[in-house]
Every structure is written in C-alpha cells, then in structure tokens.
C-alpha cells in the first residue's frame, strides 16, 4: 500500500506513553525483553503476560505457576516458538516485528488480588543505504530532465530522503528542481520503502557536480542519516566559443615543416566537424578537429580561420612562416690569377634579421673578405653561413673554393758559410700549381739532384743547394708549373773568395722589416748630406773671393806638374778580370733566356 506522506517527527506514541508508561525499544529481528516490574507478593499463585488488540480485547500468550515451576505458553500463532518466561516472570519475545509494537501486561495473581503493570514495545528498523536508481545518461542545459530516483529500503517507521548538490541541500524549485517522494509499506513486513524522484534542469556550470542523496530515520537511540554514494552526470550544453590553435613542437614555423591546425568548440559534447579557411582559398574545408598542410612555404604566411559548420562563430589566428635564403657570388670553384681583383658578395634573405659570419678552412673570420689583389696566402675554402637564432633549425651555407695560380716567380740568393768550406744557394720560388725545380750547372748541362726544398706554404718554397766550387761556376734554377716554364742563373765565385747575400732564412716579414729600417737608415744619410752640402756651398761662397789668387796659382803649378798614374796592384786586375769574365756570364744568360 502507499501512505501518505507524513511529518518526519519522534516515533508516534499512544496515550499511554503520555502518562509515563514503561517502554522497552527493541530493534527489528532481536530479542524483545520486557520485565515484569511488580514486586512479587505473599501467597502468588501464577504469573501471567497478555497483550491487548486494538480494540481492547486481551490475548494470553504465557503462564506460569509459583508453586509447580511450570510454564504454558498460549496457542497463539504469532508468538509460537518464539516467548520465553523466567522464573521471575520476565518475558522475552525473539525476532522482534514490526506487529510486536503493542502494549503487553505483566499480571500477578494471588487468592486475594491480581496485579498488573503494562509495557510498551517500539520497534524500529534502519533502512538500507539508498541508491540512485534510472539515473539519466546525460543531462541537457535548459531541459527539465529527470535525474533519478533516490531508493532506501525497509525502513521502520518510514524514513524522510532529502537530494544534495556539491553537499547543499536541494530545495524545489518550480520548473528547476522538481521532487516527488513515495513511502511504500510491505504488508508482510510492515517495513517502509522510500523511494524519490529527482527532475531537475542543469547550467553549464553543473558539469561536475556531485549529486547525492540521505535518507533520515529513527532508532533506538533516536535521528540518524544515511548518505548515499555521490553519482557525477555529464551535461551536455551548447557551443557557445570556436577557438584555432596551432599544433607544433616548436614554437616558430620555418619553410619544408609540416603545421597541424586544431580547431574545438567548448561545448559538451564538442563539435566534431569545422570549417577551415587558409588564405587564398574563398572557400573553407570541411574537416575534423584537425587540418594538416605538409611542406609549407613562404607563402602560408598570413590569418588561418576556423567555424562551426553553421559559420555561426569563428576563430582565428596568425601563422608565420619563417625562411631564409642565401646567395653567394661567385660561389663553388673558382680560380684566379695572381693580383687579380675577386669581388665577393653574400646575399640574405629573410624574414627576420639574420646573423652572417664567414668561415676560412675551419676557422672563423672576423671580416668579410674583400679581394683587391690576390695573394697566394688568399687561397681556400671560404663557407658563408647563415642563422635566424630565434628559428630553431633554420641555417643556410654555400662554400667559395678560391684556388689562385700564378706563373713561378724565382729569386736566388748566395752565402758562404760560416765554416769557409762550403757556399749555399738558394732558389726562393713563388707560384701556384707548385712548380718543379731543376738545378743545373751552366756550361757542362749537368744536373744537381741533391736539393732540399722548404715546406711550401701561401705560395712559396725554397730550394737549397750546398757546394764547394774550386773555379768560378753559374748555376741556373728551373721552375715549371703549369703555366710557364721560369729560368734564373747565378754567378758563383770559388770557395776561395767570400760571398755574402741575402740570408736564405728570411722570411717575407724579416725582409720587410730589414727594408724598413734600411729606409730609415738611408732617409738619415741623405738628410745628413743635405745638410753639409748646405754648409759647404755658405762656406765656399765666403772665402770665393780670398782664394781666387790661391787658386790660380795652383792651377799654374798644375799645369806645369802634371800627375803620374799610378801602378795597379795584382789583385785588382785580377778581380777586375773576373768582373769582366762575370759579365760576360751574365750576357750569356740573358741571351739563352730570351
């Protein structure tokens, strides 16, 4: 059946109760235990217990006599096997029910007089935790939709169920929140089930909250509640905002990578198709929450832009995609000449500022280089290099090989040694393919085949040869590269006579220092002379006009006195042959080079 909904309060009690009658509350299922709470008097016969029905009528369940001991326990289908009496009358009902709530009677008898004391039985039971039953799949903002239904079980007396949100209690609201609660009893039992509806209209807000129920009842001890376990519902709500990102492991975008654009609504459940716009195209792709371009260019630069299907709103964002070019002039392998101008340029294009360095044969330049006048020393392997630092990844090079050629250059030079023994002869040779060198001996042709040549660095190397002539010789250095085919000879005196050039361990900066200081020494000499010079024509002009009548006389003595010549030593005509012997030499050379 199903009651009326009534007023959760104390545990309805009858008149009785008002005039202080002794109440012994049992729980349902144990044992009812209810003492007699007369003084047993002089002369007792029997004990007896009865309870009385509704309308009054008493029904005996139980005696017991005082002289024979022995108990007798009424037909009564509802207490069989079920009471036990004591010896001092105390009776006890097992398995307590919902139907033992009535007012039994303790009654004495004696030949004279019956005594009797009632007592009240309350019976009550906790219900079963309660449980939301039919909850909903989802929730819909602005739809009243019901939620579920808050169960607890076999309850006595009849529990009240109250609904909480995030642990605040649910109060009816018209078109809201709507609750409807109903209290069925088992007639068998007695024991109520509460059972309450919960409709209610969620927000967006409600998309996490927690939905619980309690039931409160009554026991022996008085009001307690029972919490059921919290149940979440997913809300489902419009998309109210479209918003574009840019998927990327980094976080700039340089040309050859591939971008990913995302876009998502934020409503529940979200969207599953949008609209892409990229620029130049009128027209926007349909596709899921994701769009994927593959090998991007410069011109994916600009506004990418997402909608809902319906175009209703739209997102956008702004996409940069970074490059960098590099142009290099001249660029791979060049060759030049010697004293060649080269200009070189490195071009750079970009989309933001770019820093450009040069590297020379693995070592970093300080300066572009800049070719006027080729050297041999300007040869290598040139890298212009490139890198927008704020672009990870993005670095561009190209390489110039500078390869520069130049005939052979030849210069020789002669010592003697320190130990008189010996003379060295040096063949400095410049050009670039390095050039072969020959020595020979000018007149027999014969080859010297025992030189030793220097490191060949920049251009340059040196070849040397140690020799001890006995007469006079001229040596000829041969150098030959691809180019030309270069010849120098050199007079060399014999051992006997001392020779003293330039060292052949000089090298370019010694010789520039050297020519430097003999600069200097020969600027002071002139000016020295200057300065006597100077003098000497203010001194001569002075004493011109007192030593005219010297002068003249002496020139009379000269005239009648003319010199002698004076004899030439042996030595001097000796050297001056060899001059003369040397210069032939040297005619011969030139006329054998031409």
Not at 82 to 101: G, Q
Not at 269 to 297: A, C, H, K, N
Not at 439 to 453: F, H, M, P, Q, R
């Amino acid at each position: 059946m199903i009651l009326p909904l009534p007023f959760i309060g104390a545990p309805s009690c009858n008149e009785e109760c008002s005039l202080g009658l002794y109440t012994v509350n049992a729980v349902y299922g144990d044992t009812i235990i209810m003492p007699c709470r007369l003084e047993v008097p002089d002369g007792l016969m029997f004990g007896k217990w009865k309870y009385e029905m509704p309308n009054g009528s008493p029904v005996f369940i139980a005696f017991r006599s005082s002289t024979k001991k022995n108990v007798q326990y009424d037909d009564v289908p509802d207490y069989k096997d079920r009471l036990s009496l004591s010896e001092n009358y105390t009776l006890s009902i097992k398995n307590a029910r919902i139907s033992d709530e009535k007012r039994f009677v303790c009654m004495l008898v004696t030949e004279d007089d019956v005594s009797e004391e009632p007592t009240i039985v309350k019976v009550f039971k906790q219900p079963s935790q309660p449980e939301i039953l039919h909850q909903a799949d989802f929730l819909e903002t602005e739809k009243l939709k019901m939620l579920g239904e808050c169960v607890a079980r076999d309850s006595y007396p009849e529990g009240n169920v109250t609904w909480y949100k995030n642990g605040k209690v649910l109060q009816p609201v018209e078109e809201v929140v709507v609750i409807n609660l109903q209290k069925i009893v088992d007639k068998s039992t007695g024991l109520f089930t509460m059972t309450s509806s919960l409709q209610y209209m969620p927000t967006k807000e409600d998309a996490n909250a927690k939905f619980a129920c309690t039931v409160t009842y009554y026991g022996p001890s008085g009001q307690k509640t029972i919490q059921s376990e919290p149940v979440v519902f997913d809300v489902h709500y419009p998309t109210e905002k479209v918003t574009i990102q840019v998927l990327s492991q980094s976080n700039t975008i340089k040309e050859g990578d591939n971008i990913t654009l995302k876009c998502s609504g934020n409503g529940n459940p979200p969207p599953q198709e949008f609209l892409f716009y990229i620029p130049g195209e009128t027209e926007g792709i349909r596709s899921s929450e994701t769009y994927t371009m593959t090998d991007v260019r410069r011109n994916a630069t600009g506004e990418y832009k997402c909608s809902l299907m319906d175009k209703n709103m739209m997102d956008s964002t702004t996409i940069t995609v970074h490059y960098l070019d590099l142009q290099l002039t001249p660029s791979g392998e060049v060759t030049k000449q010697i004293g060649e101008a080269l200009p070189v340029s490195c071009t750079i294009s970009s989309s933001r500022n770019a820093t450009v360095f040069w590297i020379k044969d693995n070592t970093r330049m300080q300066t572009s280089p800049s070719f006027s006048s080729l050297q041999y020393q300007d040869a290598g392997n040139y890298i212009c290099e490139t890198t927008l630092q704020e672009v990870e990844g993005l670095k561009k090079s190209k390489t110039l090989k500078l390869i520069v050629e130049g005939k052979p250059q030849i210069k020789m030079t002669k010592k003697t040694n320190t130990n008189k023994m010996s003379k060295t002869i040096v063949c400095h040779v410049e050009g670039f393919p390095k050039p072969a060198v020959q020595w020979t001996v000018t007149g027999s042709g014969s080859i010297i085949n025992k030189a030793k040549e220097t490191k060949y660095v920049n251009g340059r190397f040196s070849s040397k040869i140690v020799i001890a002539p006995e007469e006079n010789v001229t040596l000829t250095c041969i150098a030959e590269n691809e180019l030309e085919r270069t010849v120098t000879s050199l007079n060399v005196s014999a051992i006997s006579i001392p020779e003293y050039d330039e060292p052949e361990d000089r090298n370019d900066d010694n010789r520039e220092k050297v020519n430097d200081q003999a600069k200097l020494i020969v600027g002071i000499v002139v000016g020295l002379l200057l300065a006597a010079l100077v003098a000497g024509v203010v001194y001569w002009l002075y004493v011109k006009k007192s030593n005219d009548a010297k002068g003249k006389s002496k020139k009379a003595a000269a005239q009648n006195f003319p010199s002698l010549p004076r004899p030439a030593s042996k030595h001097v005509a000796k050297d001056l042959g060899n001059i003369e012997e040397n210069k032939k030499l040297e005619e011969n050379n030139h006329k054998s080079e031409a």
